[in-house]
């Protein structure tokens, strides 16, 4: 078992930047692809980054490669989202979550533990 706690979200404007962090509690932790995805209000949720369990592997979305970077630290069970750049479509709530596999990590398909998620809002 595996339980994901989100943190760092919060209000910033447009062109500014957000650290998100995700802790994760349980030894195999490094066991596992770490995704973030993120839902706005009314719209489905949707795929930002992943990395694999070593890091050597990362995806990100169109919209937001080179701009966000996803990193892990293995040791200290945290996955980190940091966040630049960011625009107002970049508001959401943010969804860290853990996988067992990296194939398909794109998709919320192969992610069995998700977090509770932490309110990112950029304002124009």
């Known amino acids: 078992q595996v339980q994901l706690v989100e943190s760092g979200g919060g209000l910033v404007q447009a062109g500014g930047s957000l650290r998100l962090s995700c802790v994760a509690s349980g030894r195999t932790f490094h066991n596992y692809a770490m995704g973030w995805f993120r839902q706005d209000l009314g719209k489905e949720r949707e795929f930002v980054a992943v990395?694999?369990?070593?890091?050597?592997?990362?995806l990100y979305a169109d919209s937001v490669k080179g701009r966000f970077t996803v990193s892990r630290d293995n040791a200290k069970n945290t996955v980190s989202l940091q966040m630049n750049s960011l625009k107002p479509e970049d508001t959401a709530v943010y969804y860290c979550?853990?996988?067992?596999?990296?194939?398909?990590?794109?998709?919320?398909?192969?992610?069995?533990?998700w977090g509770q998620g932490t309110q990112v809002s950029v304002s124009s």
């Open positions: 990395i694999s369990w070593s890091g050597s592997n990362t």
């Open positions: 979550a853990g996988s067992l596999s990296f194939r398909d990590a794109i998709t919320e398909r192969p992610y069995m533990y």
